[in-house]
Nanobody
Framework: QVQLVESGGGLVQAGGSLTLSCAASGRTFSTYAMGWFRQAPGKEREFVATISGSGRTTYYTDSVKGRFTISRDNAKNTVYLHMNSLKPEDTAVYYC????????????????WGQGTQVTVSS
């Protein structure tokens, strides 16, 4: 069982930056691939980024490539999403998720979810 708690959301102007954190419980964090997803009002939850247990492999959705970076610190049981050059269309509730290895971009393949953190980008 893994419990996930996101933090770091907030209100930011377009072009600004935010870093989201997701703290995980348990002693086997490095055996889980981690993902970030987001859900805007009235839309489906969509994939944003994922990272392998070792941190060596990452994947991003096209709309965030070059702007967002996913990373993890296995010693701290934490995964991060560094978001730069934010746009109003990035506004959403951001969720972190965990699954046994390997990585995946499909939300139904994740077993554990956090409660979400709101990111609002003003124009």
């Amino acid at each position: 069982q893994v419990q996930l708690v996101e933090s770091g959301g907030g209100l930011v102007q377009a072009g600004g930056s935010l870093t989201l954190s997701c703290a995980a419980s348990g002693r086997t964090f490095s055996t889980y691939a981690m993902g970030w997803f987001r859900q805007a009002p009235g839309k489906e939850r969509e994939f944003v980024a994922t990272i392998s247990g070792s941190g060596r492999t990452t994947y991003y959705t096209d709309s965030v490539k070059g702007r967002f970076t996913i990373s993890r610190d296995n010693a701290k049981n934490t995964v991060y999403l560094h978001m730069n050059s934010l746009k109003p269309e990035d506004t959403a509730v951001y969720y972190c998720a965990a699954r046994g290895l390997p990585t995946a971009t499909i939300k139904d393949r994740y077993d554990y979810w956090g409660q979400g953190t709101q990111v609002t980008v003003s124009s």
